[in-house]
């Protein structure tokens, strides 16, 4: 496994070096940890965090289960499945830990977050040593030292932010592309969502602290840096005040962030995105929904108006500038006419790319007491008709790139045939042309040629 390490400020602590010490003794050679983290961006940059720490106690890292001597399964719970995932994942690590009593187990993240969860792991999976939640991530080198010298189980559930565990250092494998976490938890309650629940209330890093770990990444040869929150536009100290920073950074590179709420998107944003050069060309923008009555159950406070005004004050300055977009389908009590209005939004708005979800029920949340009254099968249609529909929308809304050059982030093998590499432009879509597989972890300019529903083909405009 490749690491590259990136200091994002954390300072070898008492707990660390004590692990450290014990790890020497317990092993003859060095440890190996697996980590894998399900879930978001933010789960993924949590989970290179509690690798950072790992490192620093002196563990390794494989991709391979069977190797680890300590195994961390970093949850998430935004969807059902997700969660019975990491149950069956938990399920199948006891013939491991049988095998080897010596290895350890972590569940962590949001999942365990949840009171009912940790008790279901406490009473039902007896393998699992060290539980967790979104917090408490720079306490794990003592958790661990208590389960080797206690040979007790730990569940470690604290319920208020850690700034310790925030900036611990992350661990990052891709050395092209790097997201940074700018702020954490959410302020919303859209009302199907259970993220404020388990990562409680808005935090802003300082621009500062983020600017340094993005130049430090850039000149250490990162291409792309994705700024993380949960609704970026709320960014306490300006979100577009952080990326013209992040923007006067020297360098050949590409800042893209995630997510943003269409309540708080501005003309504002949509200016710098088109003004700072290094800012890539794209919005992700969620609307869920493309019927108002469904948006005001989802508790999400903009109504369809709001949201196209945004884009059409956007395609004002820029005819092809490029939306995407996250699509919840069977939200308790939504009819099939409600439903057909988020199609005919998709054709209004013609987004480049569309990520649809059918509604999981999550605990906890207000929509959780409204009756599911949709059943799996229907809402398993209505998914279908809304990815057709998409198809559609962006073949043809796709090709309006055609004859064009865009910059193309070469970073993936091709899935059209061989000799084919992948990457993805300043407009988010991905781009496939023929090239040498040196090109990976280049900027390349394609001139596309054919537009695909999914993607762009092109050749290298030389
Ligand atoms: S904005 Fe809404 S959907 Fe997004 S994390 Fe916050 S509560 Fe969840």
Avoid at 435 to 444: A, C, E, T, Y
Wanted: glycine share 6%.
């Amino acid at each position: 496994m490749k690491n590259i390490s990136i200091s994002s400020g954390s300072a070898l602590n008492p707990d660390v070096v004590r692990l450290a010490e014990l790890i020497k003794k317990e092993y003859d050679n060095k440890p190996l940890c697996y980590v894998h983290s399900y879930g978001c961006a933010q789960n993924v940059s949590d989970g290179q965090k509690i690798m950072g720490i790992l490192s620093e106690c002196g563990y390794g890292f494989t991709d391979d289960v069977r190797e680890a001597k300590l195994i961390v399964l970093n949850t998430c719970s935004v969807r059902e499945n997700a969660e019975d995932r990491v149950f069956g994942n938990i399920g199948e690590l006891k013939r491991l830990k049988e095998n080897d009593p010596k290895t350890l187990i972590v569940v962590c993240g949001c999942m365990t977050q949840q009171k009912h969860i940790a008790d279901r792991i406490r009473e039902s999976y007896h393998q699992v040593d060290i539980v967790f939640g979104t917090y408490g991530a720079s306490k794990l080198p003592q958790m661990i030292e208590q389960v080797l010298t206690s040979k007790k189980r730990v569940f470690s559930l604290e319920d208020t932010s850690d700034i310790m565990s925030e900036e611990l250092k992350q661990l990052r494998q891709d050395t092209v592309k790097a997201s940074i976490p700018i702020m954490y938890g959410c302020n919303n309650f859209c009302s199907y969502c259970i993220v404020p629940y388990v990562r409680g209330r808005e935090r802003s890093r300082e621009i500062e602290p983020i600017y340094e770990e993005a130049k430090a990444l850039v000149e250490q040869g990162c291409k792309e840096i994705t700024l993380l929150g949960q609704n970026v536009n709320s960014y306490s100290f300006g979100f577009v005040k952080l990326l013209e920073r992040i923007n006067s950074i020297d360098g050949d590179f590409r800042i893209r962030f995630v997510s943003s709420h269409p309540k708080d998107a501005s003309y504002e944003l949509i200016d710098a995105i088109l003004l700072l050069p290094k800012v890539a060309k794209h919005l992700h923008l969620p609307v869920q929904s493309g019927c108002d009555e469904i948006l005001s159950a989802m508790n999400r406070r903009y109504k369809t108006s709001d949201y196209l005004d945004i884009v059409n004050y956007a395609r004002s300055k820029n005819a092809d500038f490029s939306f995407s977009t996250d699509i919840i389908v069977g939200f308790p009590g939504e009819t099939y006419e409600q439903f057909c209005k988020t199609k005919d939004f998709l054709r209004q708005v013609k987004f480049d790319n569309v990520f649809s979800y059918v509604y999981s029920k999550r605990s906890g949340t207000k929509a959780a007491e409204l009756e599911d009254n949709i059943s799996e099968k229907q809402k398993g249609l209505w998914l279908r008709e809304l990815i057709l529909e998409q198809r559609e929308v962006a073949t043809s809304w796709l090709s309006r790139y055609v004859g064009k050059t865009l910059r193309v982030l070469a970073d993936a093998d091709g899935r059209t045939g061989e000799g084919y590499l992948a990457g993805k432009s300043d407009e988010n879509i991905i781009v496939e042309f023929r090239g040498d597989s040196n090109l990976k972890g280049q900027f390349v300019p394609v001139k596309i040629t054919k537009a695909m529903n999914w993607a762009l083909l092109g050749e290298i405009d030389k």
